[in-house]
């Protein structure tokens, strides 16, 4: 037995049970009115997730003005250390299969009730709820947090669009949730301290 295969059977015999009922009650959400709103809006969010790109346009945005400048940096290097973590080395590590991978299963039928769209990688952790969390909590650890809260919201809705479209299982969201915030606050600690690093390092050379 592989190190992924195992990993991958571990995390779905310990949550089976968590990881069916919360998207058995996402299923119950897309069977009445509200999925004709969630619906199209779980889909724009996944756009908007896909590659990472929109959030590197954030980044790169943000950059472009001298005033903003912190924050652009700060949400480019909390995306790349949400993406070392999660791309790099857990979702190779783990391999878990996706929700849907068993055409036997629920889940199967849940998936192809929510559009049936595939994805390419690993489920877990989820590359979308990492990547949003990591750039929205750059943000807000950098920022004023009382004004820079609905950035919370954002990422929160992008974890909970993953679920709508059958993609990941709850606990692939809770993990890329969890890296996005500790990669938001690891980038936005070293974005705050660089001016006195930069300082030591030029005195250090006179």
Request: with cysteine; hydrophobic share 55%; net charge positive.
């Amino acid at each position: 037995m592989d190190v992924e295969s195992a990993l991958a059977r571990w995390l779905d015999t310990a949550f089976a049970g968590f990881d069916t009922a919360v998207l058995g009650a996402v299923n119950a959400v897309q069977q009445s009115p509200a999925d004709a709103v969630l619906a199209p809006l779980a889909r724009l969010l996944d756009l908007l997730g896909t590659g990472g790109w929109a959030l590197i346009a954030l980044g790169l945005a943000l950059l472009l003005a001298r005033r903003t400048r912190r924050f652009g940096a700060c949400v480019l290097l909390a995306l790349a250390l949400g993406a070392l973590c999660t791309n790099v080395v857990l979702k190779p590590l783990t391999d878990r299969a996706r929700p849907y991978a068993d055409e036997s299963s629920v889940l199967h039928r849940w998936w192809q009730e929510a559009g049936g769209e595939t994805e390419s990688d690993a489920s877990f952790p989820s590359g979308h709820a990492t990547a949003a969390a990591a750039a929205m909590a750059a943000l807000f650890f950098l920022g004023r947090k009382r004004r820079l809260w609905p950035c919370l919201l954002f990422a929160l809705a992008m974890a909970l669009s993953r679920l709508y479209l059958m993609v990941h299982y709850p606990t692939d969201v809770l993990a890329g949730l969890l890296i996005g915030l500790a990669a938001g606050w690891a980038a936005a600690a070293i974005v705050r301290r660089w001016p006195d690093w930069k300082r030591r390092i030029r005195n250090a050379r006179v």
